[in-house]
C-alpha cells in the first residue's frame, strides 16, 4: 500500500457518505465511550477502540452510533471500561472488556439488544460525576 | 506500567489536552540506535514546585478526581526511562506550555514495543476537545510525513463515526509505509 493524500482521503469518504445517505435513517442514537485515561490505556483500551469500531461497521451501524473516548471513569480495576448510551436499553458501563468482549457488546447489546453477562459494572464513580 | 511506547505517548498527549492546550505537536524521531519521543504543548503549565511533584505517583492535582491521590502518568514514563537506562525531561513554564521528551534505546533488552503508531495517532485524535494535534515522524534524520488533527477532520468529518474512523486509520497506516 503507497502512501494515500489527503485529497483521496477526502474522495473515499465522500463516496462513503453518498452511500450512507441513501439509507432511510433516524440519525446517530446510540454512543459509546471508551476509557482512555492512564488505566485504560496501561489496560489495552486502544485495543478494544480499534474493535468496537471495526465491529459497528462490520454490523452495519455506522449510521446509528457515535464512537467517542472519553478519560478515566472512575473504575480502574476493571479497565478497559465502555459506556454505552442506546434507546430502550439501561445506560450500562461495561468493564473488562478486551477484544472479545467489545464484539459481543455490538452483537448482544445493540443488535440483540440484550446486556453482556459477567462484563456490567456500575456507574461512573461519584468524584468525577458531573453535579 | 504501559505496555508500548504509544501508550506513555498517548498518555502524555492526554496530558496535554487536559491542560487545555489549542495545539500539541508530537515528534517521532527513529534512528538506527534511539527512539526519540517530544510531545510540546501551549496549555496551562506547570510552576517549579508541581513540576517536581508530578514525578511522585502519589501527586495528582486533584481537579479531576477529587477523592483520588495518585497520578500515574508522569511516574510511568520516568519507570520506563530508568528500567532502559534511557533518558527523560520535561519544561514547563506556567501561561506558555509543556515539553515533555524521552529517548529510549533500542538494544536495551528491556525495552518494551513501540506499539501500533498509527492507531496510537487515531486515538490522539479522537479525544473530543478541539485541541489540534500535529505529528511530525522523523526516520534517520529526515522528516517522512506530517500529519494534523484539523486537516483529517476536514478531510473526513467528524471522528466519532466508526467509517470516517477506519478511513482515517486507512490513512494513517498508508502513511507508515
Known sequence: MGKMTLEELRKLREAQKSEISKRDTAGKDITIFVGMGTCGIAAGAKTTFDTLIKAVDANGLSDKVVVKQTGCMGLCYVEPTVEVIAPGMPQTIYGKVDSATAEEIVKKHLVEHTLVEGHIYDRPAIDIVKK | ?177
Open chain 2, 1 to 177: 506500567m504501559h505496555y508500548t511506547i504509544c501508550d506513555v505517548v498517548l498518555d502524555l498527549i492526554h496530558n496535554s489536552i487536559e491542560a487545555g492546550s489549542s495545539l500539541v505537536e508530537l515528534s517521532l524521531i527513529e534512528d538506527a540506535k534511539t527512539i526519540t519521543v517530544v510531545v510540546k504543548d501551549n496549555g496551562k503549565g506547570m510552576d517549579a514546585e508541581t513540576l517536581k511533584r508530578v514525578q511522585d505517583p502519589f501527586y495528582t492535582d486533584g481537579e479531576k478526581h477529587t477523592a483520588r491521590k495518585v497520578g500515574l502518568g508522569i511516574p510511568f514514563l520516568v519507570q520506563l526511562a530508568g528500567q532502559v537506562q534511557g533518558a527523560w525531561n520535561i519544561d514547563s513554564e506556567p501561561g506558555i506550555g509543556t515539553t515533555v521528551s524521552f529517548s529510549l534505546p533500542y538494544k536495551h533488552i528491556d525495552l518494551p514495543p513501540v506499539g501500533d503508531i498509527p492507531s496510537c495517532v487515531l486515538s490522539a485524535f479522537c479525544f473530543s476537545e478541539s485541541a489540534d494535534i500535529a505529528v511530525h515522524r522523523f526516520r534517520d534524520g529526515s522528516e517522512v510525513y506530517s500529519v494534523k488533527r484539523s486537516e483529517i477532520l476536514d478531510a473526513v468529518g467528524d471522528l466519532t463515526d466508526a467509517q470516517a474512523l477506519l478511513l482515517a486509520k486507512q490513512y494513517l497506516e498508508s502513511l507508515e509505509t
